[in-house]
């Protein structure tokens, strides 16, 4: 095997498009190794062949271990990886984003810097959970108790569904028994919709700590992006999973949540809302396999980079010789 030193890295021309590749790939309970262009994948049953052009994000589950020379590869080709739970439900660690354009986060910073552009990012993200309320004009105070009551009718319908008995939510941070059945649930639901939430966010190149409705933490953004999909999938599961059986919620909260992710395509939807809200005047947005680089003028505009730019009143400048 030939050594990572001895390979050129690859432009972005060379690579394929991220909209031919193969959205993910998930592996747990084996060794990722490098073979020529390839990625392998070796367990007990044998090695299978991953041509590396072919990935767009590698998801590497429990007793995943990956080698030096695996991760040069994925990232000379463009490919996101990112360290999960089984099956993709929880978020440890990434490594690049997916995305070679800084257009979704640039976009994020500017939004995120201007109250009046954060506020009205916040009343999009509510009118995406409740699309039959109109909350142009309400403050953030308003937008909060709408959006609690709002909340609490959920739980109140989901328990009258399955004939659960409901006294309000309960969760005690690093106490996952206190609660009942369906509050454990319901904590064992969110935490897998932050993992969901933190891995694509990551995967967009977006910062997860500029909320526009959550401040202060690390993963403001995420808490904000999770919570798009609280009333629409991660509550019915939870009631659901308790209603069944009061046994094991944790684990089957998170198995249910993994199968209604992939009925519902929540990956998908979830890259398609972060990008409305964050461009939503943009008739697209760039490539993320776009390798374009720019330098930024006074008036906003973006000026060819490789230039000598000497003169302050002429752009006219000589290619760098560098």
């Known amino acids: 095997m030939s050594t990572v030193g001895q390979h050129a890295a690859l432009s972005p021309r060379q690579l394929t498009r991220t909209g031919e590749r193969v959205s993910f790939i998930y592996l747990e309970r084996c060794i990722v190794h490098r073979d020529a262009n390839a990625v392998t994948a070796e367990d007990a049953n044998g090695t299978i062949h991953i041509p590396v052009a072919t990935i767009g994000a590698l998801l590497l589950g429990p007793g995943t271990r ?19 739970g089984e099956q993709g439900v929880r978020y440890y660690a990434s490594g690049r984003a997916l995305s070679r354009s800084s257009q979704l986060a640039e976009a994020q910073a500017l939004r995120w810097a201007n109250p009046r552009s954060r506020l009205a990012v916040a009343r999009a993200m509510y009118r995406l959970r409740f699309p ?9 105070q308003g937008l909060l108790g709408r959006e609690g009551r709002r909340v609490k ?24 028994s206190s609660g009942d059945a369906v509050n454990q649930a319901i904590t064992a639901a969110a935490q897998c919709m932050y993992g969901v939430a933190h891995a694509v966010v990551t995967a967009l190149g977006c910062s997860p700590a500029l909320g526009f409705v959550h401040s202060g933490h690390e993963l403001s953004f995420v808490l904000d992006i999770a919570d798009l999909y609280k009333t629409d999938i991660g509550i019915p599961v939870a009631f659901d999973v308790a209603a069944e059986d009061e046994q094991d919620i944790g684990p089957r909260t998170r198995r249910a949540l993994r199968d209604r992710i992939h009925e519902t395509s929540l990956l998908d939807r979830c890259v398609s809302d972060i990008k409305r809200l964050l461009l939503p005047e943009a008739s697209s947005v760039a490539p993320a396999d776009q390798d374009h680089v720019a330098l930024q003028g006074d008036r906003g505009q973006h000026l060819p980079s490789g230039r000598n730019y000497s003169s302050l009143n002429e752009f006219t400048g000589e290619a760098v010789l560098w």
């Open 132 to 140: 039959d309320e109109d909350p142009s004009g309400l403050t953030r």
């Open 66 to 84: 990956v080698t030096h020379q695996a991760m040069a590869l994925l990232g000379e080709a463009g490919a996101s990886v990112v360290w999960v």
């Open 153 to 176: 009718d959920c739980y109140r319908t989901h328990a009258a569904r399955t004939g659960l008995p409901w006294n309000g939510r309960k969760y005690y941070p690093g106490d996952f």
